[in-house]
Structures are given as structure tokens and as C-alpha cells.
């Protein structure tokens, strides 16, 4: 599933946001990894929106790093959930 998020400021670049999810059904605890592909100014614009809309905290996210040959950067945060 991917999902695209566009900062409110139009100077800033978009970032591509990808989520995915393993499970457990026993513990009924999943896995969510969300992943953010774009520039480095992007990347640092979409953590900061989701940091102020209490989604994650800044820390929680990796450090940016090369994304393929494109010149993209990448940064992934992992966040354990309970499910209904």
C-alpha cells in the first residue's frame, strides 16, 4: 500500500510514503513499517508534518540514505501496534 503526502508549503518537494504491515495473530500485535523515498529536504518536510500531526517522533525515524541510483534518499520508521 503506498501513500503520497504533499507538505503544506509549496516550495518544499514531495516525498513518496510507503506502509506496510506483518501481523501476529497471536499476539495480536503487527508490525508497521513506513518507509518515505525522495530528497533529503523532502523527507525531512514529511517527518516533521507527521511529528506535528503526533504521528511519530523525529528520533524514531532512520537516518536518510541512498535510495538506488536515482539520487533519492530514503528513511524508514517501524512501529509495533495492537490490532483489533
Known amino acids: 500500500m503506498q ?3 504533499v ?3 509549496n516550495q518544499l518537494p514531495s516525498a ?7 501481523s501476529d495473530p497471536v499476539s495480536r500485535k503487527e508490525f508497521i513499517k513506513v518507509m518515505v523515498i ?3 529536504k523532502g523527507i525531512n518536510s514529511i517527518i ?4 506535528r500531526l503526533r504521528f511519530a517522533e523525529v528520533r524514531e ?12 534518499m530514503m528513511s524508514l520508521l517501524r512501529r509495533q501496534i495492537m490490532v483489533d
Open 7 to 9: 507538505p503544506n508549503d
Open 38 to 40: 525522495g530528497s533529503r
Open 61 to 72: 525515524w532512520s537516518p536518510p540514505i541512498p535510495y538506488g541510483a536515482s539520487g533519492e
Open 3 to 5: 501513500a503520497y503526502f
Open 16 to 22: 513518496q510514503v510507503s506502509i506496510q504491515a506483518s
Open 48 to 51: 516533521k508534518t507527521l511529528h
